[in-house]
């Protein structure tokens, strides 16, 4: 298995415009995270899908993120209007429901200038 | 409310000097607590999970071990290529989301 896909790996993007970060899970797992990464916060859970029904999205920060699950294997975030603190790393993980580790993308790195 | 605390931030250590890093969790009902190491530019990389109290794990130089409060992860004799920020996660049975900690940054010099 390839692994958890995202991309892009990088993304600069000008304040305001719309940013879309995708990932493909690991196959046959049916948990889905979003988190971001930043070296003040550390890995910050944004919002959990499990069977591509989102469960918790208490962690999205504001109505500008929003995140989409249509299919077992892909998922969107999107950030609309995007502004210069939402400057991290985000990560896509999954897992396989029921407390089995969670895998890890390579990451976006998301620059807003 | 659930949190994972680890320390230190950071640590510097000579090649083949051991030492040990702490990662501290209230998570209600935990169901496992899991480690990772992380390279830059990189996502994080799995290395262990422990369910129960007084369970071990080891690898090549790793052991991590955990108790009702805190888990440790035991590095011995490390070498430059352990040198990663390493992280810890607990899960909770209620929730199913893995909570992390800020990280150790571990460095070791040759």
């Known amino acids: 298995d390839a692994g958890v896909i995202q991309s892009p790996r990088h993304e600069v993007t000008e304040m305001g415009q719309e940013v879309t970060l995708r990932c493909k899970p690991i196959?046959?797992?049916?948990?889905l995270f979003w988190y971001r990464q930043t070296m003040m916060r550390g890995l910050e859970l944004l919002i959990y899908?499990?069977?591509?029904?989102?469960?918790?999205d208490s962690g999205m920060p504001e109505d500008r993120f929003s995140a989409k699950m249509p299919n077992a294997s892909f998922s969107t975030l999107k950030i609309q209007p995007s502004e210069p603190r939402d400057s991290a790393v985000y990560f896509c993980?999954?897992?396989?429901?029921?407390?089995?580790?969670?895998?890890f993308g390579q990451g976006t790195r998301l620059t807003v200038v | 409310e659930d949190q994972v605390t680890q320390s230190p931030e950071a640590l510097r250590l000579q090649e083949g000097e051991s030492s040990s890093l702490n990662c501290s969790y209230t998570?209600?009902?935990?169901?496992?607590l899991f480690w990772y190491r992380q390279d830059p530019g990189k996502g994080p990389e799995f290395l262990f999970t422990?369910?129960?109290a007084g369970e071990e794990k080891e690898k090549e130089r790793l052991k991590a071990t955990l108790t009702k409060k805190e888990s440790f992860l035991h590095i011995t004799a490390p070498k430059p290529e352990d040198s990663a920020t390493y992280l810890c996660?607990?899960?909770?049975?209620?929730?199913?989301?893995?909570?992390f900690g800020t990280g150790t940054r571990l460095k070791v010099l040759a």
């Open positions: 993980a999954s897992s396989k429901t029921g407390g089995t580790e969670a895998f």
């Open positions: 196959s046959g797992h049916n948990s």
């Open positions: 899908f499990n069977n591509n029904v989102p469960i918790d």
């Open positions: 998570v209600s009902g935990l169901r496992g």
């Open positions: 422990l369910y129960s």
């Open positions: 996660a607990g899960l909770s049975s209620g929730t199913y989301k893995y909570i």
